[in-house]
Nanobody, 127 residues
Framework: QVQLVESGGGLVQAGGSLRLSCAASGRSLSSYTMGWFRQAPGKEREFVAA????????YLTNSAKGRFTISRDFAKNTVYLQMNSLKFEDTGVYYCAADFRPLSTVIRTLVSEYNDWGQGTQVTVSP
């Protein structure tokens, strides 16, 4: 099991930027995919982006492509989500999650496929 702590959320105007951080601890991340999900009020949690820790391959939803970037820092054991050109519809609680899957390079996007979750960080984009 890996422990995840998110930070970096806040209130920003549309068009602005935020960088979310997810600090991981507890075990090596070499066999993990690290993902970001978000949940808007009254809606289900949805996948945003993920990165394979070892290989560095990434996957982002169409709504995130061109605006968001996911990256990781080996020294800090931290995953980042840089969000630019934020829109009102990006508002929600953003969760970091970890999918333990050795010997796989496939990035999964379902909530049920991720084992460990952080507590979430609120992102509010004003129109």
């Amino acid at each position: 099991q890996v422990q995840l702590v998110e930070s970096g959320g806040g209130l920003v105007q549309a068009g602005g930027s935020l960088r979310l951080s997810c600090a991981a601890s507890g075990r090596s991340l070499s066999s993990y995919t690290m993902g970001w999900f978000r949940q808007a009020p009254g809606k289900e949690r949805e996948f945003v982006a993920a990165i394979r820790w070892s290989g560095g391959n990434t996957y982002l939803t169409n709504s995130a492509k061109g605006r968001f970037t996911i990256s990781r820092d080996f020294a800090k054991n931290t995953v980042y989500l840089q969000m630019n050109s934020l829109k009102f519809e990006d508002t929600g609680v953003y969760y970091c999650a970890a999918d333990f899957r050795p010997l796989s390079t496939v990035i999964r996007t379902l909530v049920s496929e991720y084992n460990d979750w952080g507590q979430g960080t609120q992102v509010t984009v004003s129109p």
